[in-house]
């Protein structure tokens, strides 16, 4: 990570998207001005269909915005071709998703050390690390095991494993409780938390949990495309 703890990370200003056209037209983000802090854990709360998702798919670089001004570690979204975005999300950014997205023929540490992998770590220093990271998250015993052998929460864990395993500067988390029950929440949420606490990297979660929205240092809620004021 670069630059002073506490400083900007993110940082957008009048940011719109829309989909469709005609009568199939949805505003979907509506003039969004936002910071968020390095090293901040921040929570977007709202109702269903209410922009977070689409927020959290912007503000990342997976999906192009109508216009507005998108700023990554000091990187402009706008002056990166796709190539260069792509490049930006494998060594400065990590995702979480309620869906786990684990491939099934690999290995937990086989999942986690695969961006590693694929950005150029060395083969042994990426084994190395992703079992570090993986007991850490309390799965030493489940290092060989494949998502099929895992609980919801382990394999929950495995993607956390993953999305931080390269320090990115920022995590995005969308709904990462979703599909766990509430002692899996429960984990998940905590070990967020301490990942937070003990790296200092920025996380942002898009979640409907409160428990989880209880742990972070603020609340944005969403409504309408809008952060409430």
Not at 171 to 176: I, L, Q, S
Not at 220 to 225: H, I, Q
């Amino acid at each position: 990570m670069s630059g002073p703890a506490g400083a900007p990370v993110v940082v957008g200003r009048d940011v719109w998207k829309t989909y469709g056209q005609g009568e199939t037209r949805v505003v979907a983000l509506r003039g969004i001005d936002v910071e968020i802090r390095r090293g901040e854990m921040l929570a977007i709360m709202g109702p269903s269909g209410c922009g977070k998702t689409t927020f959290l798919n912007c503000f990342s670089g997976l999906d192009e915005i109508d216009r507005g001004e998108i700023v990554l570690d000091g990187v402009d979204l706008r002056s990166m071709d796709d190539r260069a975005k792509s490049d930006y999300r494998a060594r400065k950014v990590g995702f979480v998703f309620q869906a786990y997205n684990l491939l099934p023929v690999l290995s937990a540490t086989e999942n986690v050390e695969m961006p590693l992998l694929i950005a150029g770590v060395a083969a042994r220093e990426a084994r190395e690390r992703a079992r570090a990271i993986l007991t850490e998250l309390g799965l030493g015993d489940r290092l060989d095991r494949r998502p099929a052998e895992l609980s919801g929460g382990q394999q929950q864990r495995v993607s956390l494993a993953r999305a931080l395993v390269g320090r990115p500067a920022i995590v995005w988390a969308d709904e990462p409780t979703g599909n766990l029950d509430e002692e899996d929440s429960r984990q998940v949420s905590v070990m967020l938390r301490t990942l937070n606490t003990t790296y200092r990297q920025t996380i942002v979660v898009v979640t409907h949990d409160a428990t989880v929205a209880a742990g972070c240092d603020r609340t944005l809620r969403m409504r309408d495309g809008r952060f409430d004021s």
